[in-house]
């Protein structure tokens, strides 16, 4: 069977008889026992897909199909399904079963999508290069010796290596759009609040999003489309009217861009990297668009204020992992004290009980204001500098990721260089922006360069049209 890279191509073969939702399942659980050496998928639902499929095609032939029919997912082992296992990649969740589904699978399902398996992730979604999990890394397709990216690294490489259409990742500050740029793949991050996080197992609850990882700016609209919405389970799901991203994804005017100086010429930035960016801006220029350089001097600033606030997130919402409730609980546990400390140190990878610790410090009596006070100033001062760029301009562009992807344990060793690979990734996430990855070349390695657009609130539609026209001309 050939390669599909839209639900557009999968739904015109079907209704040209060349193939069935049954024959595409097969496929790509074909494709998922031929490349179980990625480690991309941790549980794979092989008959309960089987049989979806034969529901889905009758579906189709009776002229009641959902808009996703046709449509085979994976989704991140952050993300709620009901009656199946989630772990967040981690021990401290062995064997647990979730008792209900999140808003963005229960959308999925309404609109015929089939879930075929739940991706490998670095644990609890902290990491860059998908090596923090309990379940092992996971392999790039293109070069086994490299990292997928993480954390959303088995989604990212359950579509680089067709073992399904698309993916449902989360992203943190750039955990769906860094593994995209490293697979060559689409990765869209939608602005804080498009997409509801019930059930959505948490790292850092103000900058948590649902995104798609698709072959496509079309599918990765349209998947934003069907899970984007208001929802009553989270008062932070926006009640702002969803838009038909994929009806209307032409350019109909062409917006100003501007691309940030310091994430073109920076230090650190791989020089096929830069010249990707220097070659799209010199490629709009000369069909017609405004693309200015802009200074953006608090770039240097977003990393520490984002591990600063995230990692406090994460030292409050994981407190409720403590051996006693759920998951796993220590069997040299004596009393409560042991039980909590023993399941916790036991449970939890190095990490990110770093995380813990770390947010645990910035939050405590006498270091609070000087660490996470202060972070929440700077973050709002990069929200405010990122607005007002956006006032002036449509869009910003700048690299994905400052490199290509990295050897497996190249950066481990040293925290702060893997924190690093965040560097460019981490703006829109602290400015709650929407923002999306799509590939833009190929490195002399023989890796894939992402291109990262970033739009204002809530204007996805304009930001997917910019995509699509980009992807269009490649």
């Not at 991050?189 to 103000?206: D, F, L, M």
């Not at 000087?370 to 990122?386: E, G, N, P």
Request: proline residues 3%; hydrophobic residues 40%.
């Amino acid at each position: 069977m050939k390669k599909y890279h839209s639900l557009a191509e999968v739904r015109s073969d079907i209704s040209e008889g060349k193939t069935t939702v049954s024959a595409l399942v097969d496929y790509y659980l074909g494709r998922i026992g031929t490349n179980a050496h990625l480690n991309a998928f941790i549980e794979v639902y092989t008959e309960e897909a089987k049989a979806r499929a034969l529901v889905i095609d009758e579906k189709i032939r009776s002229g009641n199909a959902g808009k996703l029919a046709g449509m085979v997912v994976s989704i991140k082992d952050m993300i709620c399904y009901k009656n199946h296992k989630v772990s967040a990649s981690s021990k401290i969740l062995e064997g647990f079963e979730s008792l209900f589904s999140s808003t963005v699978v229960e959308r999925m399902l309404a609109e015929d999508a089939i879930i075929i398996g739940r991706c490998n992730c670095d644990e609890f979604a902290m990491g860059a290069s998908n090596e923090t999990s309990t379940y092992g890394l996971v392999k790039n397709y293109d070069n086994n010796d490299l990292a997928s990216g993480g954390s959303s690294g088995g989604s990212a490489v359950s579509v680089q290596a067709d073992m399904c259409l698309a993916s449902l990742g989360t992203d943190t500050g750039g955990s769906v759009r860094q593994p995209a740029s490293f697979c060559g793949v689409v990765g869209l991050k939608p602005t804080y609040g498009r997409v509801s996080r019930w059930g959505i197992i948490a790292y850092a609850s103000s900058f948590d999003q649902v995104g798609p990882i698709t072959h496509s700016v079309a599918d990765a609209a349209l998947l934003l489309e069907v899970i984007a919405g208001e929802d009553g389970h989270d008062s932070t799901a926006s009640k702002e009217l969803v838009p038909h991203y994929s009806e209307s994804l032409t350019l109909n005017q062409k917006p100003r861009i501007a691309y940030l100086s310091e994430a073109v010429h920076g230090q650190g930035i791989d020089p096929e990297v830069k010249e990707m960016m220097l070659s799209q801006i010199k490629k709009l220029q000369n069909d017609g668009f405004v693309v200015e350089e802009v200074n953006f001097p608090l770039l240097k600033y977003a990393v520490p204020t984002y591990y600063v606030i995230t990692t406090a997130e994460a030292s409050s919402n994981l407190s409720r992992y403590d051996g006693v409730h759920f998951g796993y609980r220590s069997k040299n546990a004596t009393d409560l004290e042991s039980t909590y400390k023993k399941s916790r140190s036991e449970g939890f990878g190095e990490e990110v009980k770093r995380r813990i610790m770390l947010g645990t410090f910035v939050l405590s009596a006498g270091y609070y204001d000087a660490y996470y006070a202060k972070a929440q100033k700077v973050r709002r001062l990069i929200r405010d500098t990122s607005l007002e760029l956006l006032s002036n301009y449509d869009l910003l562009i700048l690299p994905t990721a400052p490199t290509t992807a990295f050897a497996h344990g190249e950066k481990t060793t040293d925290p702060v260089v893997m924190y690093l690979a965040d560097i460019f990734t981490v703006q829109a996430s602290l400015a709650g922006l929407p923002a999306i990855s799509i590939p833009a070349a190929t490195h002399s390695n023989g890796m894939s360069i992402g291109l990262q657009i970033i739009g204002k609130h809530f204007k996805e539609q304009e930001m997917l049209n910019f995509a699509n026209f980009i992807e269009q001309k490649q």
